[in-house]
């Protein structure tokens, strides 16, 4: 029986391994499964992990916030240690964050099978550290994992198309398993609202920049319910910025479920989060991304999503829209999962 290591350590690396493991049990693989410890905080960590499914990591590296550089080190040495002593047949990594390209840099350098889920996504906008996160995992890789034919062809532009393989999202796969009917909203979330999330460094870590976005969201004509990240709530502290005086309410991070439920209820979603663009697609809620780019142009299509970074001032006109509705499915079946699996078991049998 092969053994892998999963790899996890940020929210949304959680929910992509929620389906994974589950799909690992039930092909009869023995997994081990490393929380690096990037994040901490109960509601970003233990309330995600139990609504996914994922059960209690058997070690956590505990290596928390830190400096990109510092960060990414802590992660490689504790995973260089761990990896020698357990000797898994493969390791794999998810996403985008310091964690993912920590992990396939260990495992690679090791000689063990390196897999990298949800490979093949690009902004082109190397200023953001998940992209070079992205490129790097994604090089060093042996399997590379690909949720969209757009992945696809990112991958085959740099010349990894051997490496290669198109699976479909697990994020659909987990998005597919909340039984909404039984998720309970918070008390707020009723009568029209837009739902909204902010987290990125480019939109939290300049003062003006992050003082324009919360002003342009307490314009709205709607009340607009924020689910504040931590990293959101360090700086509104820091810059000591009031802003709750307009539509704007904040809230602390929500669990999976109920996050799903409340952009699903909502009449619009604002947010520079990469997953939740997708979920709003697939739950069919129009969607204002407060960036200049995304990773996923399918969501695009009919108007569903409009990038917004750098049009604060009309916010409302690109959040309230009609979009077309779309036939297709470019995010897969919602069996992504177990097609991670077999392909990860096929090529190290
Ligand atoms: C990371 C990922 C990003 C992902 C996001 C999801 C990288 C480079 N970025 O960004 O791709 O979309 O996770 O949330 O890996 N903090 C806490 N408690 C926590 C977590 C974070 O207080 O549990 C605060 C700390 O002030 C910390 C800051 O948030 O310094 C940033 O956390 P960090 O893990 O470095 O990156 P994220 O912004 O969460």
């Not at 200023?127 to 070079?132: G, K």
């Not at 307490?218 to 539509?247: S, T, W």
Request: aromatic share 4%; hydrophobic share 45%.
């Amino acid at each position: 029986m092969p053994t892998l290591m999963n790899v996890v350590g940020a929210r949304p690396q959680f929910i992509k391994a929620g389906p994974v493991s589950r799909a690992l049990a039930k092909a009869g693989v023995k997994e081990i499964l490393v929380d690096t410890g990037q994040h901490y905080d109960e509601l970003m960590t233990d309330v995600i992990m139990k609504d996914v499914g994922l059960r209690e990591p058997d070690f956590n590296l505990g290596v928390g916030s830190a400096p990109h550089g510092l960060q990414t080190a802590r992660i490689l040495e504790g995973l260089e240690v761990l990896i020698q002593d357990v000797q898994p047949d493969a390791v794999l990594s998810y996403g985008d964050t310091n964690s993912t390209l920590a992990a396939a840099l260990a495992s690679a350098k090791l000689g063990v099978f390196t897999a990298h889920v949800e490979a093949g996504l690009r902004s082109f906008n190397r200023a953001m550290p998940e992209e070079l996160n992205r490129v790097a995992t994604d090089h060093i890789s042996d399997l590379l994992l690909a949720p969209t034919e757009t992945a696809v062809k990112n991958l085959g532009r740099e010349g990894l198309l051997s490496r290669t393989v198109m699976t479909g999202d697990v994020m659909v796969d987990a998005l597919l398993s909340i039984r909404f009917d039984v998720v309970e909203l918070p008390s707020w979330a009723t009568g029209d609202y837009y739902a909204a999330t902010i987290h990125r460094p480019s939109n939290t870590d300049d003062p003006a920049r992050v003082g324009a976005v919360m002003e342009s969201l307490n314009r709205l004509d709607l009340p607009v319910h924020l689910m504040a990240h931590p990293r959101l709530q360090a700086r509104l502290v820091e810059f000591d910025l009031r802003i709750e005086d307009g539509a704007l309410h904040l809230h602390d991070p929500l669990s999976y479920g109920q996050m799903l439920a409340v952009v699903k209820a909502s009449r619009g979603l604002l947010t520079d989060s990469g997953g939740l663009q997708k979920e709003a697609f697939i739950l069919e809620v129009p969607c204002a991304t407060i960036r200049d780019e995304t990773e996923w142009p399918e969501t695009l299509e009919g108007g569903w999503n409009v990038l917004a970074g750098s049009d604060l001032d009309r916010l409302a006109q690109q959040v309230v829209r009609a979009p077309r509705p779309v036939d297709s499915a470019p995010f897969g079946d919602g069996m992504a999962s177990g097609r991670v699996v077999d392909e990860v078991i096929r090529h190290i049998s």
